[in-house]
């Protein structure tokens, strides 16, 4: 490809220098020494081979003016963590990066800059604009690239692109010409959303509906030559000035004798006629709508099927024009004003009610957009859109979670033609040149230099650009090099799976399928992995208005970023939003600490293993833990493999968690300390060890995805000289031990009970307690007994006894009935009866006050039917952990009461 950047070979050297391993993890110290070392390496990187099954994902392009935030930081650890699983697989892998140029932002950016010099872009022209815009993107363009770099991200940035580098650029006229060729793209007259700030027309996609608390005003309207008025409720009094009509519903019986009949309109004295149309809601306001073509999209329709004349009356900065009469010049809202205090002086004004409404935004700037006619540019959809919700109804397009397929769907259906012109100087400029001799219309590829019809020099570009999404739509196969047919192309197309929020299906995810399916002729991806959005704490969007932003940044220089990543995969299911709660964050963070200590133990104790002369790994001469650990490593690989596969990434991260922090630290290493401390038995030592040391390596490669820094720095340190775990093979290991399984399960219940048994007692940790266990089979019986060392290690047991059967059960002993045993912790000796019956009698009486300020708060209806139902939900869980705890309390004071 010739947009590929050129970068020596990869040299593969030496890992930086690793020295000890150091007692607390410090990710400040490993990440950006571990990026530098992938990137200068050029490990991201991979030839195209042919004969390799190939994987590729095209990062949504963040804006170019755009700084890293949560949702960028979510979407790209989702792509990260695929991209990194799939390499390991053996892949031929692309995880293709690049910024989109963001029309409006970007020009709004560089506007501000000029105005802070006391100059517009008129001051500079077109050409000096635009220069000092490409100026601008070269200096703080790259800024999103270089965070993207903090998170890990390990795309290939030799393929970086950019919307409007000159491949992208030319891909852009290619489409444009062919689309109007085709005559899928034309130029008409239509109604569109316009923001006055932005002074540009924006998609009805881009218009974003916010809830406000408005006013209905019930306007007046004098029926011509009668003493009769129709009353009509508008929430936009200053548009009535360009009203030319009213309209009624033809089975409304109030205004049936009305229908035909003209109207004065109040203010202007123009005649509109009073129309029937089953558009009209009877059960809004007085049933009667004021009608005005220019300004709003419905009356535009009704004016079109009643040829109504449509009278503009607003210019582009919303101000009244010299069609309002005496309010010209007004702005918008001061002009509604002084409308309402002159309809109210000739008695033309009837009442003014509060009204919520939904209200369209400029989802750039949150100006409130004005609908208005205007000479645009479109695109024809209805031709388009049929091929694209065919592919997903085929399921040759899966969208996962599927319940976004029917949004998709639904949305298509009902698709509007797509006006595709922005009046702004920053974008791909129109490919149209207009005749100023002949008006011949020219649409060419290349920039004409006379007028095919005339021969006349004398040609004008459009002064429009296309719409950002229009480029950002050819992104998978622009980015490939179309329309050339290159080898990444014919390698990478169609891409493997698109990662994207939920809020941009219609944006670009839709647009990206049609565009593919007509220049293409194939889907783009074959999986579309949608995400939510990350929400406060109290389930809010974060915004800098309400000042609840969190900078990933921050989070990544406090907690690192493997606890960010971890944290924003996990915990969630596929598609829902993300409440950000900063305890996550510690949890992640702690889950990272875990992993370093134990990874750090291991190390240390596997330091004086010779070379060669290793213990067999044999199931046959294994112990019980060690063929469990091995069994449950390869329950962890095989799920955490199909979590990925599945695109379900959140439980392949919560059975990484479970494996790591519960049967390798807690219980495993645990077991494993009783061999290596072991020094009369030096081969159980080395067994343990070659475990160990197995399952470790096994881990940190299902877990570098996830982790990416951490993992490598842990990597680095294991015996023997190795290279970047990044290189490494994605384990495949399928030696489940049922048996194993089963008799390590009875072993830990027993170690659980036991150890609920001393916490709830109060026993000292450094007391050892005897343990009688009834056993209700002899296989139970053996297991146990074979286990006896393993149970008194983890449970602080000085001695355990294991029978089938009973004579009498022990005398001042506390107890735990389990499905296949029962088990017996003799207390004398151990604490004062008496006192602890009276510390368990005052524990109970608090539980019972708590529970009985609990129930109030929840038998109060309105506390109920007010409360968050979060709140609620969490005072019901706190009731059902205090009766829980009461119910094992008084069950143990009634043993010691016996």
């Not at 444009?176 to 316009?194: A, C, P, S, T």
């Not at 009509?232 to 548009?239: F, N, S, W």
């Not at 539980?847 to 038998?859: A, H, I, N, P, V």
Request: hydrophobic share 35%.
């Amino acid at each position: 490809m010739t947009e590929k950047k050129q970068l020596t070979e990869p040299t593969h050297e030496e890992q930086p220098q690793r020295g000890e391993m150091a007692s607390v993890y410090n990710p400040s110290q490993v990440e950006q020494k571990w990026y530098t070392y992938w990137e200068e390496n050029d490990y991201f990187h991979q030839e195209v081979r042919t004969e390799a099954e190939a994987f590729s994902i095209v990062m949504p392009p963040p804006n170019v003016t755009g700084s890293l935030h949560l949702g960028h930081a979510m979407d790209n650890t989702l792509q990260d963590i695929l991209t990194r699983f799939k390499r390991m697989q053996g892949l031929n892998t692309l995880w293709l990066p690049g910024t989109d140029h963001a029309g409006i932002a970007t020009q709004a950016k560089v506007e501000e800059q000029l105005a802070l010099e006391g100059k517009s872009k008129h001051d500079l022209g077109r050409a000096g604009f635009l220069e000092r815009v490409w100026s601008w993107k070269a200096q703080y363009g790259g800024q999103i690239t270089r965070q993207l770099r903090r998170l890990g991200a390990s795309c290939d940035w030799r393929y970086e692109r950019f919307t409007m580098d000159e491949g992208c650029s030319r891909a852009v006229r290619e489409v444009f010409v062919q689309l109007y060729r085709k005559q899928l793209i034309y130029r008409g007259n239509y109604i569109i959303n316009w923001c006055p700030k932005c002074l540009t027309t924006i998609s009805d996609i881009e218009v974003e509906h916010e809830e406000r608390e408005g006013q209905l005003f019930y306007l007046r309207y004098p029926v011509k030559d009668s003493e009769e008025y129709i009353t009509v409720a508008t929430t936009r009094p200053e548009t009535m000035l360009g009203d030319t009509a009213v309209a009624v519903h033809p089975q409304d019986e109030r205004y049936a004798h009305l229908i035909g009949k003209t109207l004065i309109l109040p203010l202007i004295g123009r005649e509109i006629p009073i129309l029937a149309d089953d558009y009209v809601d009877k059960d809004f306001g007085t049933g009667a709508v004021k009608i005005t073509p220019a300004h709003d999209p419905n009356d535009y329709e009704m004016g079109l099927r009643h040829d109504l004349t449509a009278i503009t009356v607003l210019d582009q900065e919303a101000r009244l024009n010299e069609n309002a009469g005496v309010y010209q010049g007004m702005e918008r809202y001061e002009a509604r004003r002084r409308i309402i205090e002159d309809l109210k002086e000739r008695g033309l004004w009837l009442k003014t009610e509060d009204h919520r409404h939904a209200v369209g935004e400029c989802y750039r700037c949150s100006t409130v957009i004005e609908p208005r006619i205007s000479r645009q540019w479109f695109v024809k959809m209805k031709p388009l859109a049929e091929p694209a919700m065919q592919v997903v109804r085929e399921g040759r397009i899966e969208f996962s979670p599927e319940r976004f397929s029917k949004i998709y769907l639904t949305w298509l259906e009902n698709i509007r033609d797509w006006c595709i012109s922005r009046q702004l100087w920053w974008g791909h400029r129109i490919p149209v040149w207009y005749c100023q001799d002949c008006g011949a219309e020219i649409c060419a590829q290349e920039d004409p230099d006379r007028c095919p019809s005339c021969a006349s020099a004398r040609l004008e570009q459009d002064p429009d650009v296309l719409d950002t999404w229009f480029s950002s739509g050819l992104w998978p196969f622009s980015t490939l090099g179309w329309p050339e047919k290159t080898p990444e192309l014919q390698q990478f197309y169609p891409t493997s799976v698109l990662v994207t929020g939920r809020d941009i299906i219609f944006f670009w995810v839709a647009r990206m399928i049609f565009m593919a399916l007509e220049f293409q002729k194939e889907p783009p991806f074959r999986k579309v992995m949608i995400h939510g959005l990350i929400l406060d704490s109290l389930g809010r969007k974060m915004s800098k208005s309400l000042g609840n932003g969190v900078d990933p940044l921050e989070v990544i220089d406090q907690y690192g970023a493997d606890a960010l990543r971890f944290m924003l995969v996990t915990g969630n299911t596929p598609g829902n939003d993300v409440r950000f709660h900063p305890e996550r964050l510690e949890a992640a963070r702690n889950f990272a600490n875990k992993i370093w200590n134990a990874s750090r133990f291991v190390i240390l104790n596997v330091q004086d293993m010779e070379d060669d002369g290793q213990p067999s790994l044999s199931a046959e001469t294994l112990p019980l833990e060690d063929r469990w650990i091995l069994s449950r490593f390869s329950a962890a690989c095989q799920e955490i493999t199909r979590g990925l596969e599945n695109y379900d990434l959140g439980e392949a991260g919560r059975w990484l968690y479970e494996f790591i922090w519960n049967e390798f630290c807690d219980w495993y290493i645990e077991l494993a300390k009783i061999r290596l401390y072991d020094k009369e038995q030096p081969t159980a030592k080395k067994g343990a060890q070659a475990v160990l040391l197995k399952v470790l390596e096994g881990t940190l490669r299902l877990l570098h995805p996830f982790m990416p820094f951490i993992s490598e720095e842990i990597w680095s340190h294991l015996p023997g000289r190795r290279t970047s775990l990044m290189l490494e093979s994605w384990p495949r290991e399928d030696c489940r031990d049922q048996t194993s399984e089963k008799e390590m399960a009875i072993l830990m219940e027993v170690v659980k009970a036991i150890r609920n048994i001393r916490a709830e007692m109060h026993i000292a940790p450094g007391k050892k307690t005897d343990i009688i266990v009834r056993a209700a089979d002899g296989e139970t019986q053996r297991v146990l007994e074979k286990g006896a060392r393993a149970i008194t290690h983890l449970a602080g047991g000085a001695t355990l006894e294991v029978q089938r059967e009973l004579a009498n059960k022990p005398v001042q002993a506390a107890s735990a009935v389990l499905p296949l045993a029962e088990i017996y912790l003799p207390l004398k000796g151990l604490l004062d009866i008496e006192k602890e019956i009276a510390r368990m009698e005052k524990d109970l009486a608090q539980m019972r006050q708590e529970e009985q300020r609990l129930s109030g708060k929840l038998d109060n209806e309105s506390f109920i039917g007010k409360a968050p139902a979060e709140v609620v939900a969490k005072e019901k869980k706190k009731m059902e952990d205090v009766r829980s705890r009461q119910e094992a309390l008084q069950a143990r004071l009634e043993q010691l009461r016996e």
